[in-house]
């Protein structure tokens, strides 16, 4: 061991120590307005969080290019989590002090973790499709949004769905459903409601789990093999999907009566399987590929036709690109519609930001004026309703490209409001919350 | 020139058998804690805390614990990671599950269990060695992935498997704040710091020391295999234990089996190997290379490719950051196999014979 190894050793570990001391000191506060943008390139996952990512960065892309919110420019961050809840905490606490306007974790874990956070930093989530399903309830939840869908609408919708097909609901009497899901917060989410719909229905419920990241999933099809149900419900996510449904292929399982959930059916997950995907169905959470669509064609020309694209060109309108489309709309209009009250032209604290998610009014002419004429429906949020909407639609896999094979369809309130209920009061009672004030609503 | 240690005569037993016998040695420990209280809550500001000094904390007090197992006694384990998902579940249960419970009992019941479940996986050391214990404390780990995963009452029921705490209070002082937090686990990990010191330097840590180098030597001069295996176990996944109690309760908040995954206890591995095995400076500097310097590059890369003109892609930037930390990992190995503390004892000789070395 020489002086000069020492030397060396030394003076890596203090560069490393001093760097991370003067890079979170050098804040850059601009007027601007900042999305903290949490993404997974790399990792399990990354085949999936990269369309998602590169959609959510070229629509702010695009609210510059259209002159931004009501004028104020929006700047924005990448922070890779990999997937990881620790390290999506990292993000957060970093991104958070650069004046962050809201959080979409994109990951159910990291939901989970942030919710305890957000609260205390006057920070919005959206997590929109994903998360806590009982964070709908805005009376317990203040800082949660699960925008356009959660789990349970997601779960509800599917067994309505397959009871439709069966000539109702009736007659899911003694037929077998089997849930794949990917054995995390994300996977299991979906359990209690289709508990109480098989006790409601009296269907049976198979839960096959499936460990991350989802390529081990032999037994799981062999089970399948075994007692053959009548439905498979997927919830998985990244490599998980495409690998159930080779394994499906392999066990002879018929893809038609594969329904995944709308983290389970966009073009990664049936790319390489191809033809033997064909007639997989997945839910689709409002939009599909949309390829068509005028925020596409103006993401195209306003962003990609300058070469100031995020990512491939071809990628631009698919299913997961179009999410994160959507996902940054929601973050976007939330700004705009707490611009309306607290003065246009303004930088919106997320505090203020928040005001805006929860009471998010885009009707139907707010979503053409933006490009999203039949990608979606209108949504709007209140003080108790953090969702705003459960509309969602069935996509099939027709071996080349997703295609829309049903209605719109919404979950039964009947059945989700009691156990949004139910389960946010039990959140409140662990934290010991009250529930919010007509008061606190109006601020 | 400074750091010398003439004229120091030790008169007494006592004065022998300090911990730390250099005059300068004991100034400068005791000025860094006092720095580390006093000093760096005045200093950084929210995210350091958050992002880089709780979790260092927290996870230099589990490397602790697993050196004392793999560093002190010479058994391998890959279990640590479930040791510390012992202790966050079993320190939620009693939380929760008991009325009134205060936190500071709720963290030691923590690793009480974690003491008796690794005591219980450590009863192959009694038969197995190296690799072989390695494997078979690998088995901890998935028993205890999937217990928590699939026994529900572990998670109280919750219906998504991911847990949370709130409300901690220790004497009615709430822990809330990050200087809180980080001053709570810095209290807890300075009190195992100097426990794990105290044992090691005694007559167990010595009977510890003496199955690592030769256990059969050690068996004939009359130490005790299993008591001296089973205590090292023992001791290690209570601080290990403690330590899971404390990431799930104070720096995560809320949880999911996932945190305490087969990663974690590699990471706690490599912490002890890159930090020093049989080493308690060791465990501190192996924690913060392992924690601080992935955050490091990913902050640190993108300011050197402004530096020359050049944007990295967030994709790239992760890519690149598990190369470099491979690459150093691989670097100081190979440059010093004993760690970052043999290197701080290098550099500490050197001072010594500074400026006339010979």
């Not at chain 1, 707490?338 to 009471?359: C, D, I, L, P, S």
């Not at chain 2, 320190?91 to 009480?112: C, D, Q």
Request: net charge positive; proline share 4%.
């Amino acid at each position: 061991m020489k002086l000069r190894h020492l030397v060396l050793a030394a003076s890596v570990l203090a560069a490393g120590v001093s760097g991370a001391l003067t890079s979170t000191a050098a804040f850059a506060q601009a007027k601007e307005q900042f999305f903290p943008v949490l993404v997974y390139r790399t990792g399990a996952y990354a085949p999936n969080g990269v369309p998602f990512a590169n959609g959510y960065v070229d629509y702010l892309k695009l609210v510059n290019a259209r002159g931004g919110i009501n004028g104020v420019k929006v700047s924005w961050e990448e922070c890779e989590t990999g997937y990881a809840t620790d390290r999506g905490v990292e993000c957060y606490e970093r991104l958070k002090g650069k004046g962050a306007t809201v959080f979409q974790p994109l990951s159910t874990g990291i939901t989970f973790a942030l919710t305890e956070k957000a609260p205390g930093d006057k920070i919005p989530l959206i997590t929109s499709g994903y998360g806590r399903s009982e964070s709908a309830d805005g009376g317990v939840f203040k800082w949660n949004f699960p925008l356009v869908g959660t789990y349970w609408g997601a779960a509800d919708v599917l067994v309505q769905y397959i009871g439709k097909k069966e000539g109702g609901l009736d007659k899911l009497k003694g037929k077998k459903i089997a849930l794949v899901y990917h054995d995390s917060p994300y996977g299991k989410e979906p359990i209690p409601l289709l508990q109480e719909r098989a006790a409601a229905h009296g269907f049976n419920l198979q839960l096959l789990p499936v460990t991350h990241p989802g390529v081990e999933q032999k037994a799981t099809w062999l089970q399948i093999r075994q007692s053959r149900p009548d439905y498979v419900l997927l919830w998985g996510w990244g490599v998980m999907n495409s690998t159930a449904l080779k394994e499906a292929q392999a066990t002879g399982y018929p893809r038609e009566k594969m329904y995944g959930v709308w983290w389970s059916g966009a073009e990664p997950d049936v790319k390489d399987v191809g033809m033997g995907a064909k007639g997989y169905n997945a839910l689709a959470l409002q939009h599909g590929a949309e390829p068509n669509a005028a925020v596409t064609k103006e993401i195209l020309s306003k962003v990609h036709a300058k070469g100031d694209g995020t990512g491939p060109k071809d990628e631009v309108g698919q299913v997961l690109y179009m999410r994160g489309v959507s996902a940054a709309m929601f973050a976007v209009e939330g700004v705009r519609a707490a611009q309306e009250r607290f003065g246009k032209g303004k930088v919106m604290t997320g505090e203020q930001a928040r005001w805006g998610y929860e009471n998010l009014n885009l009707t139907q002419a707010k979503l053409d004026a933006l490009g999203f004429k039949g990608v979606m429906r209108p949504v709007s949020t209140s003080c108790k309703d953090h969702m705003g909407a459960s509309w969602a639609r069935i996509h099939t896999w027709d071996g080349k490209e997703w295609k829309f094979t049903s209605d719109w369809m919404q979950a039964d309130e009947q059945i989700i409001n009691p156990m949004v209920k139910a389960a946010a009061d039990k959140y409140a009672a662990e934290k010991k919350l009250t529930r919010r004030t007509p008061a606190d609503c109006q601020s | 020139m400074f750091y010398r240690e003439n004229g120091q005569f030790k008169t007494t037993y006592a004065a022998d058998q300090q911990i730390f016998p250099i005059t300068q040695d004991r100034w400068a420990v005791l000025a860094i804690v006092a720095f580390a209280f006093i000093g760096v809550p005045l200093l950084v500001d929210e995210y350091m805390f958050r992002a880089i000094l709780i979790p260092f904390v927290i996870l230099a007090l589990a490397a602790l614990g697993v050196n004392i197992l793999v560093g002190y006694c010479g058994q391998i384990s890959l279990g640590s990671g479930a040791f510390m998902a012992v202790g966050a579940y079993a320190a939620y249960n009693t939380f929760i599950r008991i009325e009134g419970m205060p936190l500071i009992l709720a963290l030691l019941s923590g690793g009480l269990f974690a003491t008796l479940v690794g005591m219980l996986f450590g009863i192959p050391s009694l038969r197995v060695k190296g690799l072989y214990l390695a494997v078979a404390t690998l088995a901890a780990q998935f028993f205890c992935d999937w217990a928590f995963l699939r026994i529900s009452w572990f998670t109280n029921n919750t219906s998504s498997g991911s847990v949370s705490v709130s409300n901690l209070q220790v004497f009615g002082w709430n822990i809330e704040t990050p200087l809180h937090k980080y001053l709570f686990c810095l209290a807890i990990l300075v009190l195992f710091g100097l426990l794990a010191k105290n044992l090691v330097r005694g007559a167990i840590g010595r009977e510890w020391m003496a199955i690592r180098d030769m256990d059969v030597a050690a068996a004939v001069i009359g130490i005790r295999p299993m008591y001296a295996k089973l205590s090292a176990f023992a001791v290690s996944s209570f601080i290990v234990g403690v330590a899971g109690a404390l990431w799930a309760f104070v720096h995560l908040g809320s949880w999911e089996p996932a945190a305490f995954s087969v990663d974690r206890s590699f990471q706690l591995l490599f912490m002890v190997i890159i930090g020093g095995m049989g080493s308690i400076m060791g465990s501190f500097f192996g924690a913060a290379f392992i924690v601080v310097l992935p955050i490091f590059l990913n902050q640190f890369l993108p300011l050197l490719g402004d530096m020359v003109g050049v944007e990295i892609s967030t994709a790239a930037i992760s890519h690149a950051e598990l190369m470099v930390f491979g690459a150093l990992i691989v670097w100081f190995l190979i440059v010093e196999p004993h760690g970052l503390a043999r290197l701080w004892s290098v550099g500490k000789q050197k001072l010594r014979l500074w400026p006339f070395p010979h």
